[in-house]
């Protein structure tokens, strides 16, 4: 099992970062969240988690240790791939997470993409013992990573490598789509939005 990866990150993509490693190129996929926060040449340390499949390995990278821990006890959930709690850890903290599940919040877990009334309610009974209780460092109950997804947009673009202006006018071309529903925008989902805006698809 690789516990962690450190060293220089040597590129930056909307799911994922390559960290130079002893001169290998591992890439790690990681949150929006997780992304923000690295920039290009800096060296950083992600926690991380090594999925086996098959017909692949993946890695998975995160801010900290927590964020792995919650990361792998979401999959102890019958139907929870990789995919899903990653999803779960890009909308809500581990802290949320655990205080939603503690209190039933249904709503919550309905706001990740992929996860229905039935679905959650599911989740909540099976998580309710294995999560354990909210460590109080986090805001309400199923709060963003961030204070705002514009903050959390802008910090992602500016760490992909575009301008504070091509940050600031791709943020304003998705703040109708942010804004429907009234729900807690998915950040994953306008970084690709965003990006296609600036004509840099993957």
Known sequence: MIAFVSGPVAALAP??????????????????NTLSGLRIGQQTKLATSLVVREDSLTLYGFADDDERQTFELLQTASGVGPRLAQAMLAVHSPDALRRAVASGDEKSLTAVPGIGKKGAQKLLIELKDRLGAPLGTGTGVGAPVTSG?????????????YATREADEAIEAVAPQAEEGGGTPQVGKLLKAALQTLNRTR
């Open 15 to 32: 799911d994922t970062a390559v960290v130079e490693v002893g001169g290998i190129g591992m890439a790690v996929q990681c949150t929006p």
């Open 149 to 161: 997804w514009r903050d959390q947009l802008h910090a992602a673009l500016i760490g992909l490598g």
